[in-house]
Nanobody, 121 residues
Framework: VQLQASGGGLVQAGGSLRLSCAAS????????MGWFRQAPGKEREFVAA????????YYADSVKGRFTISRDNAKDTVYLQMNSLKPEDTAVYCC???????????????WGQGTLVTVSS
């Protein structure tokens, strides 16, 4: 499956952005999806994940209550709504897909190109 993230940009602290990840090539609805981010000089970290049906979602503690992951299987797209953004949310965000556990980073088989989110203070 091919993944393409979009929607990044520059936003002031407290603002909002919605990221999109469009999938193609395989049956999107069979895949659990995750969002990850990597800030300059830091390791990649898990942000949020959603099961193939959308019935289960998972969040990193650092974004819980501010970010919302969702999916539209009819559009082969997963979204990340980011509210109350903070400068520490600045990172390259990428999406990934798995047929196994969305809670296990090593289980993600497909990764997309990232989109840069910059939050100014």
């Amino acid at each position: 499956v091919q993944l393409q993230a979009s929607g990044g940009g520059l936003v002031q602290a407290g603002g909002s952005l919605r990221l999109s990840c469009a999938a193609s090539g395989r049956t999107f609805s069979r895949y659990g999806m995750g969002w990850f981010r990597q800030a300059p000089g830091k390791e990649r970290e898990f942000v949020a994940a959603i099961s193939w049906s959308g019935g289960s979602t998972y969040y990193a503690d650092s974004v819980k209550g501010r970010f919302t992951i969702s999916r539209d299987n009819a559009k082969d797209t997963v979204y990340l709504q980011m509210n109350s953004l903070k400068p520490e949310d600045t990172a390259v965000y990428c999406c990934a897909a798995t047929r196994r556990s969305v809670a296990v980073v090593a289980d993600y088989d497909y990764w997309g190109q990232g989109t840069l989110v910059t939050v100014s203070s």
